[in-house]
């Protein structure tokens, strides 16, 4: 009976170790697909976050690469960015004109074409070229490798003293921009190319194109103002000098006498250089002063009062035409009524003594003409174009006898063009000139008066010179000019 129950149960035995191997062999592949899922997915993961990070990088790398373009858009200086063999890869709107340049203008491209060639040899290149225009331009122009350079090799030192003054000025213009740029973009780049081993490859070659007329023109306007003030003061210096020298040890009243007259007309002289500088700087510094509603007469009044002593001295007629008093312009009367009296003072004193001198104002188109005549010297055609330019003398030596330094044009047109007006001028050669300055025509009421400036015609009939005064009763129907 005990061996039948054996045998009974093997079969029961049996089952029950083929379910515990079925049972071991699911655990083992749960297990082993558990772990492949584990690896699927952080591989999944892991390919995700980099295809982030890769856009991250990416979008980065655009928004750097944009703002980069737009700040070298946004210099005031040409940028051109070629490849180490010279081909252009870029340029900013600024050097853009350069390729569809015409005649003088073409140079600059060749220009850069040539120091491109230089700079690819590991150094930095500068030259200057000077365009005739029309317009006159200076444009300089400084071409270098860009080449990324380790804190510690200094070559960005060697650079920058091959690169000298000029580039550094250029660096001064420019910048803002640029500094802003470095701050925000300098450690992540240096950390990126030390990264991928780009310290020290050559990444191509720029060129930088910086307009310089106009600190030329005004380191020219400088020199020629310190060299012809200087000339002019030493003129009236250099007598006063002397005279001194010689009053000194001068014992006859007579000489002592003559020689004080010349010490103050050599004063007056230097005085009238210093004070009409003085004249130049305010109307120059003045150029948007308030203007307020002016009559044209009393402007022409004031400036005849001024020049009465030297009309005087001269026995001069002045045959003056004056508008009515309703005749306004809205100007600066100080300065309209210099620039008039300038032109006043030019025809007493280029003109021979006992001549006339006419002055006439009327109407041409919108605007008031205010006419000087001259019986004088006249100008050559070839001297009327400058004549307005600061310093400018027809007649030096004529000038240094019994004239100015050749500021009071200049006023003139500084005063005509602050207006909005302009300033003409007719001469022949022993006939005598003809200025007329135009200043647009303005309604409303006149500024109040200023009483101790204006003439008093009375005063002008027992003076040595004559003076004709003519009136037009209405300036809305004098005759205008050409009619």
Same mark, same amino acid.
């Given at each position: 009976?005990?061996?039948?129950?054996?045998?009974?149960?093997?079969?029961?035995?049996?089952?029950?170790?083929?379910? !515990?191997?079925?049972?071991?062999?699911?655990?083992?592949?749960?297990?082993?697909?558990w772990r492949e899922h584990r690896r699927?997915?952080?591989?999944?993961?892991?390919?995700?976050?980099?295809?982030?990070?890769?856009?991250?990088?990416?979008?980065?790398?655009?928004?750097?690469?944009?703002?980069? @373009?737009?700040?070298?858009?946004?210099?005031?200086?040409?940028?051109?960015?070629?490849?180490?063999?010279?081909?252009?890869?870029?340029?900013?709107?600024?050097?853009? &004109?350069?390729?569809?340049?015409?005649?003088?203008?073409?140079?600059?491209? %060749?220009?850069?074409?040539? #120091?491109?060639?230089?700079?690819?040899?590991?150094?930095?290149?500068?030259?200057?070229?000077?365009?005739?225009?029309?317009?006159?331009?200076?444009?300089?122009?400084?071409?270098?490798?860009?080449?990324?350079?380790?804190?510690?090799?200094?070559?960005?030192?060697?650079?920058? @003293?091959?690169?000298?003054?000029?580039?550094?000025?250029?660096?001064?213009?420019?910048?803002?921009? #640029?500094?802003?740029?470095?701050?925000?973009?300098? &450690?992540?780049?240096?950390?990126?190319?030390?990264?991928?081993?780009?310290?020290?490859?050559?990444?191509? #070659?720029?060129?930088?194109?910086?307009?310089?007329?106009?600190?030329?023109?005004?380191? %020219?306007?400088?020199?020629?103002?310190?060299? =012809?003030?200087?000339?002019?003061?030493?003129?009236?210096?250099?007598?006063?000098?002397?005279?001194?020298?010689?009053?000194?040890?001068?014992?006859?009243? $007579?000489?002592?006498?003559?020689?004080?007259?010349?010490?103050?007309?050599?004063?007056?002289?230097?005085?009238?250089?210093?004070?009409?500088?003085?004249?130049?700087?305010?109307?120059?510094?003045?150029?948007?002063?308030? *203007?307020?509603?002016?009559?044209?007469?009393? !402007?022409?009044? $004031?400036?005849?009062?001024? !020049?009465?002593?030297?009309?005087?001295?001269?026995?001069?007629?002045?045959?003056?035409?004056?508008?009515?008093?309703?005749?306004?312009?809205?100007?600066?009367? *100080?300065?309209?009524?210099?620039?008039?009296?300038?032109?006043?003072? =030019?025809?007493?004193?280029?003109?021979?003594?006992?001549?006339?001198?006419?002055?006439?104002?009327? /109407?041409?188109?919108?605007?008031?003409?205010?006419?000087? *005549?001259?019986?004088?010297?006249?100008?050559?055609?070839?001297?009327?174009?400058?004549?307005?330019?600061?310093?400018?003398q027809v007649d030096p030596a004529r000038?240094?006898?019994?004239?100015?330094?050749?500021?009071?044009?200049?006023?003139?047109?500084?005063?005509?063009?602050?207006?909005?007006?302009?300033?003409?001028? $007719?001469?022949?050669?022993?006939?005598?000139?003809?200025?007329?300055? #135009?200043?647009? /025509?303005?309604?409303?009421?006149?500024?109040?008066?200023?009483?101790?400036?204006?003439?008093?015609?009375?005063?002008?009939?027992?003076?040595?010179?004559?003076?004709?005064?003519?009136?037009?009763?209405?300036?809305?129907?004098?005759?205008?000019?050409? %009619?």
């Amino acid at each position: 009976m005990s061996s039948v129950n054996v045998t009974g149960h093997l079969p029961w035995a049996g089952g029950i170790v083929v379910f !515990v191997l079925l049972l071991a062999g699911l655990v083992l592949a749960g297990v082993v697909a558990w772990r492949e899922h584990r690896r699927f997915v952080g591989a999944e993961e892991n390919r995700r976050r980099n295809e982030a990070l890769h856009s991250r990088r990416m979008g980065e790398l655009a928004r750097s690469e944009t703002r980069l @373009r737009l700040a070298l858009d946004a210099i005031t200086q040409g940028v051109i960015v070629a490849d180490s063999s010279g081909a252009v890869l870029y340029r900013n709107p600024y050097a853009q &004109p350069f390729t569809e340049a015409r005649h003088g203008e073409a140079l600059v491209e %060749a220009t850069v074409a040539e #120091l491109f060639a230089e700079a690819a040899g590991g150094r930095v290149a500068e030259r200057e070229v000077e365009l005739f225009g029309p317009p006159r331009r200076c444009l300089f122009i400084c071409a270098m490798p860009l080449r990324f350079a380790s804190a510690l090799d200094g070559s960005d030192d060697q650079l920058s @003293r091959q690169s000298g003054p000029e580039l550094d000025q250029l660096n001064r213009q420019s910048g803002p921009e #640029l500094d802003q740029l470095n701050r925000q973009s300098g &450690p992540e780049l240096d950390n990126l190319n030390r990264q991928y081993g780009l310290v020290g490859q050559d990444f191509g #070659l720029v060129a930088l194109i910086d307009d310089v007329t106009e600190p030329r023109r005004l380191d %020219a306007m400088r020199r020629d103002f310190v060299s =012809n003030i200087s000339h002019e003061l030493r003129t009236p210096m250099g007598a006063l000098s002397l005279l001194a020298e010689t009053l000194i040890g001068e014992t006859d009243p $007579e000489v002592v006498s003559r020689l004080a007259v010349r010490v103050q007309t050599e004063a007056t002289r230097l005085s009238d250089i210093v004070d009409d500088l003085l004249e130049l700087s305010r109307i120059e510094n003045n150029e948007t002063s308030e *203007r307020y509603p002016v009559v044209i007469q009393q !402007v022409v009044t $004031e400036a005849l009062s001024r !020049v009465k002593p030297a009309a005087d001295q001269k026995q001069m007629l002045l045959d003056v035409v004056l508008p009515s008093p309703d005749l306004v312009v809205r100007a600066d009367r *100080r300065q309209l009524t210099t620039a008039v009296s300038n032109l006043l003072d =030019n025809a007493i004193k280029y003109s021979e003594a006992g001549s006339q001198v006419g002055v006439t104002t009327r /109407i041409n188109g919108d605007c008031v003409e205010v006419e000087v *005549r001259d019986q004088g010297y006249g100008i050559p055609l070839n001297h009327q174009k400058r004549i307005f330019e600061r310093f400018y003398q027809v007649d030096p030596a004529r000038e240094r006898t019994g004239g100015g330094i050749g500021l009071g044009l200049a006023i003139v047109r500084h005063v005509a063009t602050n207006h909005g007006g302009e300033v003409k001028v $007719e001469s022949k050669v022993g006939e005598g000139s003809t200025f007329k300055l #135009l200043v647009p /025509i303005s309604d409303g009421a006149p500024e109040p008066e200023a009483d101790s400036h204006d003439l008093d015609l009375a005063a002008w009939s027992g003076s040595r010179s004559a003076l004709a005064v003519g009136m037009q009763p209405d300036h809305r129907s004098a005759q205008p000019v050409g %009619a």
